[in-house]
């Protein structure tokens, strides 16, 4: 008899042991595993946001920089002194000649990295050049000007339409049939020149040394831990992370090409001009920069601008995008590993004891399980009677055992949970004999607080229920300290609008409820115009009230499902949720709303500023906004995706003079 109850006692441990086990190690690796992936793909989403930002600012500058030089180009041109030249040749052109040549020296001096200014007349001999060296600009002597007649820059120059700027290939400067040392990239921008009667007398040429520029675009990209790189329309390096394998087209270097080096990453950024793709290599974002103004009309123009153009790539590795992520998954291996050798330590032992007590009757399981407690606890029979509570039950909810006993616990019901609610958590208790989670209950003094409960049914040998135990802990605090941690990581904290991360996760709810809705979204990224001004002029902290204001605002112009989020900086996005089934519909809709923003963004603010807690001045300013719309529906499968769009549309809106909306659909 002794060695069978031995043998119960034994199977009986092994159950309950594998039971607990199994059920909570399914549990600790689960979450563990929804962790780690839900980390990965949220480092893998801020770097890719990074990347694109970051390439983008890198084009826009190099745009910037090389637009400086087309205007001095045309500038240059349209000199009066000049004009005087071309346009009355029987004048004195000595003195127009000597003015203009002193301009020109003080172009050079200016800029810096203007190696040479030209004039060269219709017949391709040089009427004027004047040299930047060594810090000091210079004009040569007549005698020592030549004749480029059989020049390309010259020949192709002189083809272009009057206003149109030729942009010549990037390149290594060569002297006397020889690769100058130390290298001087350069490259020529040149446009025709006309007299008033429109025949063209010559080109105006500037021969612009690139390194300061390159070395700029590349700067701001490289983060020591990407791989930043500048490249031609042939793959071949212009910068990159190993001086040796740039410009390897001046050497006949065919091999110094990523075309050569990573042949499927060329493909595809070749393939278009911006984009972001991961590989076997890590993460790959590209931007291309047009040297010459793409929007010329001319035939030769069009070809030359489209045939030249540069790729601002930046490639971060796979182990620098999953670094944090790498370092996480070692940490939970060894985190999981402990869990689970302490679990199984702790089942065996709670497999043993629930063994044991199994022997025992069910009134000595409620008086260890009940009275045992530091927890609230009420006991009750069959039919939901109170028959016991504990003075920690007293000490939260305010029920003394007399107010208590003999009552059902409807008596702590707050009233925020309904009919459902209950449904589903009897049939959890009935179902498993448990049920487990948090709900908020009314304490005698009326005052509503939050709970964690646990119900556990009580059974008899013969499976039927005698009783159910329940126990619970105010949670007051600790729900408190979950939701301040919760708006720190997911607000904005100066204007307490949703930060990048929530509006990243509602994107992703939105189009999930596209899809199951049919409805359409509409998402729009609002840059202000003239806020820098005010920065600079009143300081951060009058820049702080102005944004402050600008949430404000936003806020009251959409409804409570829409979103609004501080993107970074003065840049914000809003996203109007369940639009209309029908898209024009929706897009009259999201129209109707962006004007309302831009109109009322626009109206003048007045910050008040305080000292010792008192108003000491108002500062009156005047900022508009640019805004970029996208619609979307259940269609769209990325949010990266609808993220470029709708920047895309705010920088048209800046191009199209700032204060405007944008639409990147194509049907608006």
Known sequence: MLSQNSQQLKHKTITYTSKCFLAIAVIIIGFATYYYQSEKTTEYTTHSIDELSTVKHEAVIAKIRLKEVWRDVILTAKEPKFEQIINHPKLDKLDNLKDLEEKLSDLATVKQDYEQIRWIDETGMERIRVNFKNNTASVTPNSELQDKSDRYYFKDTMKFDIGEVYASPL?????????????????????????????????????????????????????????????????????????????????????????????????????????????????????????????????????????????????????????????????????????????????WRLGRYQAENAFYAIQQKIAATVFESQEGMMVTDANKVILRVNSAFTKITGFSAEDSIGKTPSIVNSGRQDATFYTAMWQSINNTGAWEGEIWNKRKSGEIYPEHRTITAIKDNAGIVTNYVTTFTDITLSKAASDKIKNLAFYDTLTHLANRRLLIDRLNQTLSLCKRNHKHAALMFLDLDNFKPLNDTHGHMVGDLLLIEVARRLESCVREVDTVARFGGDEFVVMLSELDVDRTTSLTEAKVVAEKIRTELSKPYLLTIMHDHQPDSIIEHTCTCSIGVVIFDGSENSQEALTERADNAMYDAKQAGRNQVRFYDKQV
């Open 171 to 347: 390149d290594l400067n060569i002297e006397h049939n020889a690769i100058e040392v130390p290298y001087k990239p350069t490259i020529r921008f040149a446009t025709p020149v006309a007299d008033q009667h429109g025949n063209k007398k010559g080109i105006i040429i500037i021969n612009f040394i690139g390194q300061k520029f390159l070395n700029e675009v590349v700067a701001a990209i490289d983060t020591h831990i990407n791989h930043t790189m500048l490249l031609n329309r042939n793959g071949y390096y212009l910068v990159s992370e190993h001086a040796k394998n740039n410009w390897g087209f001046m050497f006949n270097r065919d091999d110094l090409t990523l075309a050569k080096s990573n042949p499927k990453a060329w493909a595809r950024i070749n393939l278009s001009d911006r984009g972001q793709f991961l590989d076997e290599d890590g993460l790959w974002t590209f931007r291309t920069v047009y040297p010459a103004p793409y929007k010329q009309q001319s035939a030769q123009s069009k070809l030359q601008s489209a045939e030249y153009k540069w790729k601002i790539v930046s490639r971060l590795p796979t182990q620098e995008l999953y670094k944090n992520s790498t370092k996480l998954g070692t940490l939970l291996i060894y985190v999981v590993t402990v869990l689970l050798s302490l679990l199984f330590w702790f089942c």
